[in-house]
């Protein structure tokens, strides 16, 4: 996995995407660092001017190193650089060469990962340190005080990781670069999706919240959707145990995205997917769960409860069930493998 | 090399069905069959791309499934030379010196010199020709044992395509590279191969030596007073037939034929020369075969 021509290689199909997460980065930690305190002495003086109270916030100054913009920006590019590591081999002749290489297909995926994570890794610790000292040595510098190293930067970083090693383990099941993409968007937030789909279900028809364990249902269905890791710190720093969860995390991905890429089926390149045993579940699933959320939409449209709002939310439901059947089953059947000579 | 009953199903379909043979150093392997009978599969295959059903691929003793450092002796040179189009011919030399450890860069100059390729910044901004020309010359330039190339010739020049075939003879002559071809140039493969492996719906038909193949039938021409007797329809392929004048691919083994055709007492009765072409249709598919 440390072999020179696997670098060259995930570079090569890659780089656009790697200097893109660079500038994301250069924008959102030193720039951002230097703009956020150039605005708060611009609120000081104005303050002063106009007789107004202001107080520098520490949560505006934590915000440059994690959560909001970043995050959001973060799992964009790292699903678009997983896909262009994996799913875009899939739509071209490129898997051939990597899979005719003289190297084992476990290092070929590692390679992939070890690839991405240094981008991550190693683009993050040069712009959050700059970004760091930017703001440290300014008149602002004691409202990073009350935040400790693991929220602005450890699990920050280890979110991205965790993302980006999802979104590859995805490119081991779809079988190309955009059902790589959105299948990484959908089983991203699927388990606080589905949750809030299934509560809607129940709503609909008269139903209400019952928490029997206290709220730890919601904990749950956060905690297992990959989507909240990057936008929550302060509970990393507070009790650890999701530092710990996203790194068990990180090691399931790993040895999930390596067995399955080892068992990776060539021959269904292109295709929706590349496990075809797993088109029967995709198909009731996607049906179930667009039905469900055409459900909640146009039950949402009528805020009165009653059977009217129940009739809606089963012609919603019928609808999008309807709809996504047809579209699923063309999806499910597709193959999008560009044949150039 | 050694291929062993390899066996591969797609979607529940069998697509190859048992294919053994052996590769010996210094050969020319040519596999022909009709459009999609397993060719290309068996090439992707034979590089690891593709998983078997069953069977294993060995180099040397080693599955090239479990041991693929083994590949290192294997290159493959496919049909597109896609995969490589926004590298530069640099960044390839690079790429290549990395992966294949015997590369030869002196060599690989020589070549491009030979074949007045120039270096580009990019292998897309090659016409068809050169980058096949290109593919072809990387691959010569590694000094893998094995070439395995997927139809090279398709779509290129009379002038480049001779030049392609010379020094693929050559290096297979000179260095003891063992080539296989998938093709669908049969007169290309007769100037080059010294054994041809037939596939047939999946199934190897068979794998001789060339003049093994061609020794088992004959080729005659024949005119009968009438039209061809009935009798002897089930016993010969008709290669072609102009008026009473028949052209009949018989099987050497088949002594029934030969008895058949003199006893009809034809006004003609001439032996042809054998191509691989003839082969082809007679294993393959009578009159509507595809070249």
């Known amino acids: 996995m440390f072999h020179k021509a696997l670098w060259m290689q995930n570079y090569k199909q890659s780089k656009l995407m790697v200097w893109v997460i660079f500038v994301i980065m250069l924008f959102h930690f030193p720039f951002n660092a230097m703009t956020t305190v150039a605005n708060m002495e611009e609120q000081i003086r104005l303050s002063v001017l106009h007789s107004y109270d202001y107080t520098p916030s520490g949560l505006h100054a934590a915000n440059i190193f994690n959560g909001g913009a970043l995050s959001l920006m973060m799992i964009v590019s790292t699903i678009i650089l997983a896909s262009l590591l994996i799913g875009v081999e899939r739509n071209t002749r490129r898997n051939d060469f990597t899979f005719s290489l003289p190297f084992k297909r476990r290092d070929l995926f590692l390679a992939k990962w070890l690839f991405g994570t240094l981008v991550i890794a190693s683009f993050h610790l040069f712009h959050f340190t700059l970004g760091y000292v930017v703001f440290s040595f300014s008149d602002f510098g004691y409202l990073l005080n009350e935040y400790g190293m693991i929220e602005l930067y450890l699990s920050p970083l280890l979110s991205f990781i965790l993302v980006f090693s999802f979104a590859l383990f995805i490119g081991t099941v779809a079988g190309e670069m955009i059902s790589q993409v959105v299948l990484s968007f959908i089983f991203g937030i699927f388990p606080t999706g589905f949750f809030m789909l299934i509560t809607g279900f129940f709503y609909a028809h008269g139903g209400r919240a019952i928490y029997t364990y206290q709220g730890i249902e919601d904990e749950l269905v956060a905690r297992l959707t990959v989507f909240s890791y990057p936008f929550v710190h302060t509970d990393t720093a507070e009790q650890g145990y999701p530092l710990i969860l996203m790194i068990i995390g990180i090691m399931v991905l790993i040895y999930a995205g390596t067995a399955l890429y080892n068992r990776s089926r060539v021959e269904h390149n292109g295709e929706f997917l590349l496990i075809k045993e797993l088109h029967p579940v995709f198909l009731v699933g996607i049906v179930i769960c667009f039905a469900l959320l055409g459900g909640f939409i146009t039950s949402g449209l009528f805020s009165w409860s009653g059977s009217f709002r129940l009739g809606m939310y089963w012609i919603g439901y019928l609808t999008f069930g309807l709809f996504s059947y047809l579209i699923a089953k063309r999806l499910l059947s597709m193959n999008l493998t560009v044949r150039n000579r | 090399m050694i291929v062993e009953q390899i066996t591969k199903s797609i979607n529940g379909k069998t697509v190859l069905d048992n294919i053994s043979f052996e590769v010996k150093p210094g050969s020319i392997v040519g596999i022909i069959g009709r459009n999609g009978a397993g060719k290309t599969t068996l090439l992707r295959i034979l590089t690891g791309i593709m998983d078997p059903t069953a069977g294993d691929v060995q180099i040397k003793g080693k599955s090239i499934f479990k041991s693929p450092e083994v590949k290192q002796d294997v290159i493959f040179v496919p049909d597109s030379s896609e995969a490589m189009k926004n590298y530069s011919t640099r960044e390839l030399v690079r790429l290549y010196k990395s992966v294949y450890p015997r590369f030869d860069e002196v060599y690989f100059h020589e070549l491009m010199e030979r074949f007045n390729l120039s270096e580009a910044k990019k292998i897309k ?167």
């Open chain 2, 125 to 291: 901004n090659y016409s068809k020709g050169m980058k096949a020309l290109f593919s072809l010359v990387t691959a010569f330039a590694t000094r893998a044992e094995y070439i395995i190339l997927d139809e090279p010739t398709d779509g290129l020049d009379v002038i480049v395509k001779r030049r392609i075939l010379r020094t693929l003879v050559e290096e297979v002559a000179g260095n003891n590279v063992s080539v296989l071809i998938s093709s669908h140039r049969l007169d290309e493969l007769e100037y080059m191969a010294n054994d041809v492996l037939i596939i047939k719906e999946g199934l190897q038909d068979s794998y001789y030596d060339l003049d093994t193949l061609k020794s088992q039938y004959k080729k005659v021409q024949v005119v009968f007073k009438g039209y061809l007797p009935e009798d002897i329809k089930p016993h010969v392929s008709i290669h072609s037939q102009t008026g009473r004048v028949y052209t009949l691919i018989v099987d050497r083994g088949n002594e029934e034929a030969d008895k058949r055709i003199r006893g009809a007492e034809p006004l003609l009765y001439e032996e042809l020369a054998m191509n691989l072409e003839d082969i082809f249709v007679t294993k393959l598919g009578g009159d509507e075969f595809v070249s």
